[in-house]
């Protein structure tokens, strides 16, 4: 079995910052990528920003120069440290990781952490 857990969510004003971190646990042999999704509420779930095992960082070009990307290779974490936070940062925060596994090559998510930034 392999586990996402994500930690670090959180009340924040807005111009705060906050870092968000995200464990991969498991039968877990290699991992791909890792990466940051968001979803607010009544929309869709959208890319925050993603990191390949070669360290090649993308982001949305709504948190481009607020949000850092970081990844734990020898530790099989990720990290989104989010500076200048907006009201419209207000999501539940998801982590993925494209990994294979003991058993198998897939997608896997974490439970959410919960990021409100009041204005």
């Known amino acids: 079995q392999v586990q996402l857990v994500e930690s670090g969510g959180g009340l924040v004003q807005a111009g705060g910052s906050l870092r968000l971190s995200c464990a991969a646990s498991g039968d877990i042999v290699s991992i791909n990528f890792m990466g940051w999704y968001r979803q607010a509420p009544g929309k869709q779930r959208e890319l925050v920003a993603t990191v390949s095992s070669s360290n090649y960082t993308r982001y949305a070009d709504s948190v481009k120069g607020r949000f850092t990307i970081s990844r734990d290779y020898a530790k099989n974490k990720v990290y989104l440290q989010m500076n200048s936070l907006k009201f419209e940062d207000t999501a539940v925060y998801y982590c993925?990781?494209?990994?294979?596994?003991?058993?198998?090559?897939?997608?896997?998510w974490g439970q959410g952490t919960q990021v409100t930034v009041s204005s």
């Open positions: 993925n990781a494209g990994l294979l596994s003991r058993y198998t090559l897939g997608d896997y």
